[in-house]
Each structure stands twice: as structure tokens, then as C-alpha cells.
């Protein structure tokens, strides 16, 4: 320690790392319309709407767009709704759905670096990119308006998709090892009632969002930077509102901050080794938890900092795996997990 300044001095090693250098996060509101049910009628007059899901997320593409990262792919979206004034149930259905959205990177520490080998060879760095969150967060019903959308129909349903998206650029990376280092805390990643039909709705967990219509705003999340917005009510306690506040180049950040973000990646599977979709990751570090989803393959990306991580693997109809996991600064780990079927879950199908 400076005797004069009180402040703890390093020496600075060089090593090289694969490492994350850049990173970014937003969340979206996608506006879609369907115009009649899975049969062909149309949408019911007094249809009210019950349940919504977003499924298939497939992600076609991931490009470099200048500061930000282009992301393109489709999702399916189904409504249940009752009618007949509650008597009758049924559903309207759209699939792939194409989506085009822009995500903004920043520097994570140093940033990307360029490193020339022998022979004018350069280390590439690649893009990676994770859904954080795909839901429903309203489904009402209400009228076609000059048939601009759902032609020959006189009512139609409004659905709501909210995702998040996390991108991040790594690869191999000088890094300064400081021989004297400090401990530093871990950033945080991450039906009606009555004669009136409400909407169905899901609360937002986004603090700024972009959204677009797909009829009236279409391309308005497609550039770089895409539009901000706040959501109409205030979001900013949730958890995914803090993943990325020290990540992004502030000016009240400690820039002698020798750890840099690593991630836990990997695949879940059941005994046959299939991959399980949308079982729930868990990396706890004692005093706050941090989630992922796996997707359809079973693959999962669950990016954090430096620490000691209590980390269980979940889903229903199997027994839980937990596991003890220390991460390194700019360590990617990767895992392959295996759960058994639990004896005492006992399924259950739901007819309509």
C-alpha cells in the first residue's frame, strides 16, 4: 500500500485468455395480431382471453451491425380465450413469427483488443447470443380497424411478446494479472372476473425496452442503436434491470478492477441424452441468485463474475442436481449435466 495515497499498488503480468470483451443486453416489446382461431372461424365477439404462451424461439442469425449486434429468428404464439359468454374455450395460433432486433455492445474492461500472431495471423473473436426472457405480457381483444390487418374480420387479438436478449464477444485476450488482488462483490446479472373482460397480462420486468408494431412500427427495434423507452410502469427494481450497469463503460466505474465477467455454459439432458427445454439454472452465491433457461436442445449460457457458486440444475418431473462451481475472472466453463427421471412426479394432460 501508498503510504501518501492509502491506495494498494499492483504489479501487472500479461497473460492470454479467452475472455468476454464486449457484452450487451436489451429487452423488446414485439406487437403481433391474430385475426382467427386454430380452426378458421373468427375471433368471438366476447372472446376474453385466458392464457397466452411464446414457444420455438429460433434464433436464424447473429451479425456484427456496427456498435450493436443484429439478431433475427422466429417464435410461435398461441391465445386461449373463453366465449359464449364462459361457456366455450378455444384458441388462436400463429407460427414463426419473424423478428429483426439490434442489441448495443460496450466494452467489458479493455474491450475487444486486436492481436497479430507470426505470419500476419489474427486472433478472431466470435458472437454469442442468449435469450434471457420470452413471454406473453398482454393478450386483449379488440376491433379491426379499417381491415388493415385482419381483412374480412371484425375483431382480432392483440398480443404482447416481451424478450430479452444478452450478446457478448470473446476470445482470446491479453489480460493484466494483477499480483496483489483485491476482493470485489460480483455484479448482479441479472383470466377475468365479472361482466368486463380484462386483458391477459404479465408483469414486465424490463426497465427500457423497444417496441414495435408489427403492422404500424415495424422496423423501429432494426437499427442500431435501437429506441428506448420506459415500460408503463416502473420496472426498475427487477432483477433484470442491473446486469449490465458496471459493464458498459460508466464514468464512475473503478477502472483498476482486475477481474473481468466470465459465463457457465452447457447442455441438460435426461438419462437417454436428450436435451431438456426450458429447465431453470440457478447460480446462487450466498446472498443473491442468478437464473437461465435452457432451450430446446437443452443448451443454457448463465453469464456472472468471479466467485464461489452454490449451482442447481431443475425441472419438473426429474430430481434436481446441485452442484459447487468457483469461477474464475474471464473463465468460460462448460458443463454437461445429466438428470434422473423422479419416481414420485406424476404427469398429467389437460384436454380443451
Known amino acids: 500500500m501508498d503510504n501518501k495515497t492509502g491506495k494498494f499498488q499492483v504489479r501487472c503480468g500479461s497473460d492470454v ?4 470483451c464486449r457484452m ?64 366455450a374455450i378455444a384458441e388462436a395460433e400463429r407460427t414463426a413469427i419473424p423478428f429483426r432486433v439490434h442489441i448495443p455492445l460496450a466494452d467489458v474492461a479493455a474491450g475487444c483488443q486486436e492481436i497479430v500472431c507470426e505470419e ?16 406473453v405480457v398482454e393478450a386483449a381483444l379488440e376491433a379491426e380497424k379499417r381491415e388493415t390487418v385482419c381483412q374480412g374480420w371484425n375483431t382480432r387479438l392483440k398480443v404482447i411478446v416481451e424478450k430479452e436478449f444478452l450478446v457478448f464477444e470473446h ?36 426497465p427500457k425496452l423497444c417496441t414495435q408494431d408489427e403492422v404500424q412500427k415495424a422496423d423501429v427495434c432494426d437499427v442500431c442503436p435501437p429506441l428506448q ?26 477502472r483498476d478492477m482486475p477481474t473481468s465477467p466470465g459465463a457457465i ?13 426450458m429447465a431453470r439454472i440457478i447460480a446462487s452465491d450466498g446472498k443473491q441468485q442468478f437464473r437461465a433457461r435452457t432451450n430446446y436442445k437443452g443448451f443454457f449460457l448463465l453469464p456472472l463474475y468471479p466467485d464461489t457458486y452454490e449451482l442447481t440444475a431443475m425441472k419438473r418431473g426429474y430430481i434436481a442436481q446441485t452442484l459447487e462451481i468457483t469461477l474464475g475472472s474471464g473463465e468460460i466453463k462448460e458443463l454437461e449435466l445429466t438428470l434422473a427421471p423422479d419416481p414420485l412426479s406424476k404427469g398429467f394432460r389437460l384436454k380443451l
Not at 171 to 194: D, I, T
Not at 235 to 252: C, D, E, H, M, T
Not at 265 to 277: A, I, Q, S, V
Request: hydrophobic share 35%.
Open 171 to 206: 476470445g482470446l485476450q491479453r489480460l493484466c494479472v494483477a499480483r496483489c488482488v483485491r476482493k470485489f462483490a460480483p455484479h448482479p446479472l441479472e383470466g377475468s372476473s365479472g361482466e368486463v373482460c380484462q386483458p391477459f397480462v404479465n408483469p414486465t420486468v424490463c
Open 17 to 20: 485468455e479467452d475472455v468476454v
Open 265 to 277: 455454459k452447457g447442455r441438460l439432458m435426461d438419462e437417454n441424452g436428450n436435451g431438456l427445454f
Open 229 to 254: 423507452e420506459k415500460p408503463k410502469e416502473d420496472a426498475s427494481s427487477s432483477p433484470g434491470a442491473a446486469l449490465l450497469p458496471a459493464l458498459q463503460g460508466s464514468p464512475n466505474r473503478d
Open 24 to 87: 450487451g443486453q436489451k429487452c423488446f416489446h414485439n406487437i403481433h395480431y391474430l385475426c382467427h382461431t386454430t380452426r378458421g372461424a373468427c375471433i368471438p365477439a366476447d372472446a376474453c382471453p385466458f392464457q397466452a404462451l411464446v414457444s420455438n424461439l429460433y434464433i436464424a442469425s447473429l451479425t456484427r451491425a456496427g456498435e450493436c449486434a443484429g439478431i433475427t429468428g422466429t417464435y410461435d404464439v398461441r391465445v386461449w380465450f373463453t366465449y359464449n359468454n364462459g361457456h
Open 120 to 135: 500476419g495471423i489474427r486472433l478472431e473473436t466470435k458472437l454469442c447470443a442468449t435469450n434471457l426472457k420470452l413471454e
